[in-house]
């Protein structure tokens, strides 16, 4: 059995195995991919000490970082479910069962998807969820980007790098991205923004061909003809395998004690994208990391028998 057992690879995952590697807690990592939300970031700006950064590398220093410690790792595992056990809790993935003392989930958020036709078909298809994995292919392209946010913006300044067009389609009347973001947008002319849109369906015979949508203001409905369509609308927490097992809140995120980072389960903790905390930053998620393990280190200390 483990001391402590942490559930992502992101940045407060891999932040507490640091710190559970320091203090030389007999702790496993187990995690889908060492990714997370960082990942697909284009750019990061706002890391202190990285003026600009793309994602994949600061996710990847943060990995060289995690890897100088002999902490146990297990990737590319999928969490199936959590149950609790007379000495702590077991971990049921799509490989095996780990059993330890206690737990930290910093599992992060998944993409949103948009739920409409033919999503799913279209799925690597020219439908995307990730701008830095897929972005490669669509050189000299005509593509699309739902969402008006920062991470909308961000892929269309991205993409209108190397796309021939990009349409960026927002379903409210305003944008909601900085204005540092709309304005870099607005002066690329390959950039177009739309706004009131209300995506019906994407179409195409083999691979993404357009994408059907009214015009929320006029009803009237539009096709535009794409090879390929970014969803960057937000995310959702990534707790299915916890549902029925902790408090969870109406979007799905984990309730925690915003001093100790414990979950309603005692011994169990979450840190990072995943809790009901606010303030869904890279940075944020490191602190929270760190707090959380620095709990689970006092629970364990005082459960020692």
């Given at each position: 059995?483990?001391?402590l057992?942490?559930i ?9 195995g ?14 889908s ?6 990942g ?16 994949l ?15 146990e790792k297990?990737?590319f ?7 609790k ?7 049921v993935?799509d490989?095996?069962a ?5 737990l930290?989930i910093?599992s ?19 439908v995307?969820?990730?701008?830095t994995?897929?972005?490669?292919g ?12 920062n991470?909308g913006?961000e ?8 796309c021939e ?14 204005m540092?973001?709309?304005k870099?947008?607005?002066e690329?002319n390959?950039?177009e923004?739309?706004v ?9 015979a ?7 949508f009214?015009?929320k ?7 535009l003809?794409?090879?390929g369509?970014f969803?960057e609308?937000g995310?959702?927490p990534?707790t ?15 309730k ?9 389960v ?35 200390n005082?459960?020692?028998?």
């Amino acid at each position: 059995m483990k001391d402590l057992i942490i559930i992502g690879g992101g940045a407060a995952g891999i932040t507490a195995g640091i710190y559970a590697a320091r203090k030389y807690i007999d702790a496993l990592l187990i995690t889908s991919d060492f990714t997370g939300q960082i990942g697909k970031s284009s750019w990061v700006e706002n890391y202190p000490g990285l003026k600009k950064i793309t994602g994949l590398d600061l996710i990847k220093n943060f990995k060289e970082h995690l890897d100088m410690f002999p902490l146990e790792k297990k990737a590319f595992e999928n969490i199936e479910k959590i149950e609790k056990t007379q000495g702590g809790f077991s971990v049921v993935t799509d490989e095996g069962a780990y059993e330890t003392r206690a737990l930290i989930i910093a599992s992060g958020n998944i993409p949103r998807k948009l739920n409409v036709k033919n999503e799913d078909k279209f799925l690597g298809k020219g439908v995307s969820y990730c701008v830095t994995c897929d972005e490669a292919g669509y050189k000299g392209k005509t593509v699309a980007v739902t969402g008006g946010g920062n991470a909308g913006f961000e892929a269309a300044i991205e993409l209108g790098r190397f796309c021939e067009k990009v349409y960026l389609l927002e379903t409210a009347d305003a944008l909601a991205a900085d204005m540092i973001l709309q304005k870099e947008a607005e002066e690329n002319n390959k950039i177009e923004i739309i706004v009131s849109v209300d995506i019906l369906s994407f179409a195409g015979a083999e691979t993404l061909e357009k994408v059907v949508f009214i015009n929320k203001k006029t009803q009237e409905t539009k096709e535009l003809k794409i090879e390929g369509c970014f969803v960057e609308i937000g995310t959702c927490p990534n707790t299915d395998f916890v549902k029925g097992f902790l408090d969870l809140n109406e979007k799905g995120e984990i309730k925690v004690d915003p001093i100790n980072f414990e979950t309603s389960v005692p011994g169990c903790f979450a840190a990072g994208d995943v809790n009901n905390l606010p303030g869904k930053q890279i940075v944020i998620a490191c602190g929270q990391g760190a707090s959380a393990l620095l709990s689970a280190y006092k629970y364990l200390n005082n459960n020692n028998d």
